[in-house]
């Protein structure tokens, strides 16, 4: 999975300070522990809505717990509360 993310928050991942998130899934998808995902640069606008940065920051985590939240989001999509590791340097 792919999510956007701010550069700033981007960087306090790869410095394990933030471990944890929350990201909406489309239906019918879920997360589950194991899976992969990606957060991507974007900036975003003064409604939320982001636009990914060409050839910007990225960092991958592996899920170490994921939990929908039961909230849907945006139509059909589902939030998930989702964690990680810090990354190894």
């Known amino acids: 999975m792919i999510a956007p993310m ?20 489309a239906a ?3 997360l589950k ?4 995902v ?3 640069e974007a900036d975003f606008d003064p409604h939320q809505t982001p636009t990914f940065v ?3 920051e990225s960092v991958t985590i592996t899920l ?4 929908s ?3 849907p989001y945006a139509g059909s999509s ?10 190894s340097c």
């Open 6 to 25: 701010p550069k700033a928050e981007i960087a306090r991942i790869k410095r394990g300070q933030t471990l944890q998130a929350v990201v909406p899934v």
């Open 54 to 56: 060409d050839q910007g």
């Open 64 to 67: 170490t717990k994921a939990r």
């Open 33 to 36: 522990t194991g899976d992969q």
């Open 78 to 87: 589902m939030l998930f509360t989702i964690e990680w590791n810090a990354p």
């Open 38 to 40: 990606t957060f991507q």
């Open 69 to 71: 939240s039961g909230q």
């Open 28 to 30: 019918p998808g879920e």
